[in-house]
């Protein structure tokens, strides 16, 4: 069974940036689809960016522009680099590999004005 877990989360003002990353345990996380969720109190669960084996990229709209998502297979990690942060993107950043339904323990960022 893989684990996921994320770091990287913390408390920024409004424009600022944050790197988020995701350790997979297992050496095939490379052939896997990974994604990043978020939560916001009183929300519901949301995509914000996959990424294939290949490396093709999907985003939410609202994240266009803003957050890159990329990966290092060597390294069995996961990246959510996220510039130009908002207060709306305050939540949960869960990594997950939905395939295999995992999901990891999530890390929180908070966005202040």
């Known amino acids: 069974q893989v684990q996921l877990v994320e770091s990287g989360g913390g408390l920024v003002q409004a424009g600022g940036s944050l790197r988020l990353s995701c350790a997979a345990s297992?050496?095939?996380?490379?052939?896997?689809?990974m994604g990043w969720y978020r939560q916001a109190p009183g929300k519901q669960r949301e995509l914000v960016a996959t990424i294939t084996s290949g490396a093709s990229t999907n985003y939410v709209d609202s994240v266009k522009g803003r957050f890159t998502i990329s990966r290092d297979n060597a390294k069995n990690t996961v990246y959510l680099q996220m510039n130009s942060l908002k207060p709306e993107d305050t939540a949960v950043y869960y990594c997950?590999?939905?395939?295999?339904?995992?999901w990891g323990q999530g890390t929180l960022v908070t966005v202040s004005t």
């Open positions: 997950t590999i939905p395939l295999l339904g995992a």
């Open positions: 297992r050496t095939i996380f490379s052939i896997y689809t």
